[in-house]
């Protein structure tokens, strides 16, 4: 079956571009979590979703971070006026409820230079 | 606050030998704690779970997990090593105090397999 699905897989970014990430959930699950894993790091939450409301954001780093889930699927995780510090895998996950188990994305590797 | 830490960065073995990876929780709920493993340029992939009920969770490929209250510890076993176990491993718990259940992840054990 369709698992979590993101695109692109590599970005490259010049500094100071806006970027906008794509997650495609597994169908019908309602809970969305964005993270962001920096070179050698473990994931660090940035920011949830239950189905289109955004219930927690307060791991977004700065406010060019935003997200949005407007129909409860398919988030966008935009950044503007990328910084070289944004360099990144971001990491999108799903699940069916909250405290379910989270199914992980391949990630968007994202390159600011 | 709700933490893992990993007490290992790296951790080499030789194949066919034990594997056991370290993680000591803080929590002040009775935890969610998790074992992903992750690939070079893959996903993570859960390997298993603890979620109070038995105290001894078994995952794929021959993983193992103790839950151990008294020593806050979660500590991922197996009992012989593959040269395809060669990955990033992560401990995590699940923020139950937030109310959304985000994951927090330790910093990683990179396991290496020696032929």
């Known amino acids: 079956g369709a698992g979590v699905s993101q695109s692109p897989r590599y970005k490259v970014a010049k500094r100071g571009q806006d970027v906008a990430l794509r997650c495609d959930p597994i169908?019908?699950?309602?809970?969305l979590f964005w993270y962001q894993q920096a070179l050698g790091q473990g994931p660090e939450f940035l920011t949830y979703f239950q189905n289109e409301a955004q219930l927690d954001k307060s791991g977004l780093p700065s406010d060019r971070f935003f997200a949005e889930r407007p129909e409860g699927s398919v988030s966008t995780l935009k950044i503007q006026r990328t910084q070289q510090e944004d360099s990144a895998v971001y990491l999108c996950a799903s699940s069916s409820a909250v405290n379910n188990e989270q199914f992980f994305g391949p990630g968007t590797r994202l390159t600011v230079l | 606050a709700q933490s893992v830490t990993q007490l290992d960065s790296h951790v080499s073995v030789s194949e066919g030998t034990p594997v056991l990876l370290r993680c000591n929780y803080s929590s002040s709920y009775s935890p969610s704690l998790f074992w992903y493993v992750q690939h070079p340029n893959k996903g993570l992939q859960l390997l298993l779970k603890?979620?109070?009920?038995?105290?001894l969770v078994k995952g794929i490929n021959g993983f193992e997990a103790e839950f151990k209250k008294s020593e806050t510890s979660f500590h991922l076993t197996k009992p012989s090593a593959h040269m395809s176990d060669a990955a990033e491993y992560f401990c995590v718990v699940s923020d139950r105090a937030s109310g959304t259940y985000k994951y927090i992840f330790g910093t990683g054990t990179r396991l290496k397999v020696l032929a």
């Open positions: 169908s019908g699950h309602v809970s």
């Open positions: 603890y979620t109070s009920a038995a105290t």
